[in-house]
């Protein structure tokens, strides 16, 4: 039986050990980014400083409300704007892998330079067991590479401290109840961002499309799981699919973006069910996101498909 108490407890000893001086960490605001944050912050105090970046692929209000949090579990941090940076890197790239590569080698590019400014040896990330299960070595397939894993750059500067990197999500969410993070249980979110949301080409207005779909889907399941029309599933958020297809809006021809749904259910995110949602919060999420998008997207796609055979992810 996982024990978070004493797990939180043998961890921060060791990390006391482990960091000499200055470090830096890459705090998304996700669960797995923020536990690590806080665990180290324990270990090692004032000498911490929580990086969180903003590559023009997050969810909508991300930025602000990662920045309110850390502020409120007291957690020296830096929030950097460098949309413009990783838009430019993505330019052309369309394939999933491709994508994955040069967004890890991104991040540690900005990592390193605010590594440097604060004298930091250190970058402690929020790698946890799945991540390097799914992106291969030794004798295990490449399910798809994730960025703080397989996308490291060789000639990378810092040296990687990784509290959480053996346990899975439902431990990591464990311990995040007995740190006290009031997102411990929040649904996860790839480090890539909406890059990964985006089949084909990352541009910055299929961006600005997934983001407001992702905002609407995540807002009628949510408030549907709140009146008892269903059970919030495990993970759920839309995709933009790289094709354009026929519409009526009006009495007007219309030629628009198609929308993807999904939403799973599962424990540690190693296999996954999807879920069975209503049609009527599904027909709420449709007619809301064309409606509010009407110039944009004009078909809307659920996926009914469980892990394996697909990922949770689409890319």
């Not at 369309?94 to 604060?118: N, T």
């Not at 959480?164 to 109840?177: C, I, M, P, S």
């Amino acid at each position: 039986m996982f024990d978070p108490d004493a797990f939180i407890r043998d961890k921060v000893e060791e990390l006391k050990g482990q960091i000499e001086g200055m470090a830096v960490i890459a705090c998304s605001g996700g669960v797995d980014s923020t536990v690590a944050a806080v665990l180290v912050s324990r270990a090692i105090g004032e000498r911490l400083f929580a990086v969180h970046v903003d590559t023009g692929y997050l969810r909508k209000g991300e930025a602000k409300k990662v920045g309110k949090m850390l502020t409120e579990m007291k957690v020296n941090h830096l929030v950097v704007d460098t949309s413009d940076e990783f838009f430019a890197a993505l330019k052309g790239v369309s394939e999933p892998e491709r994508k994955r590569m040069i967004i890890g080698e991104r991040f540690i590019r900005v990592f390193e330079r605010e590594a440097k400014k604060i004298g930091a040896k250190y970058l402690v990330q929020g790698t946890i067991a799945p991540d390097w299960i799914e992106s291969g070595g030794g004798l295990r397939d490449v399910i798809k590479s994730h960025h703080n894993v397989g996308a490291l750059p060789r000639d990378m500067s810092l040296t990687l401290v990784e509290p959480l990197r053996d346990l899975y999500k439902d431990e990591v969410r464990k311990v995040g109840k007995a740190l006290g993070i009031p997102i411990y249980d929040q649904q996860p979110f790839p480090g890539p961002g909406l890059a990964v949301r985006i089949l084909g080409e990352p541009t910055r207005e299929a961006a600005e499309v997934v983001r407001e779909a992702c905002a609407i889907a995540e807002e009628e399941i949510e408030l549907a799981s709140a009146k008892g029309e269903m059970d919030l599933p495990w993970q759920y958020f839309a995709v933009l699919l790289p094709v354009k297809t026929v519409g009526v809006q009006g009495d007007v021809r219309a030629y628009g973006y198609t929308v993807g749904i999904r939403a799973v259910h599962s424990i540690d995110g190693m296999t996954a069910a999807y879920s069975q949602m209503p049609h009527a919060v599904l027909d709420r999420i449709s007619r809301r996101i064309t409606n509010t998008m009407k110039d944009k997207v004009n078909r809307i796609v659920y996926d009914i498909t469980s892990k394996p055979p697909g990922t949770i992810e689409w890319e």
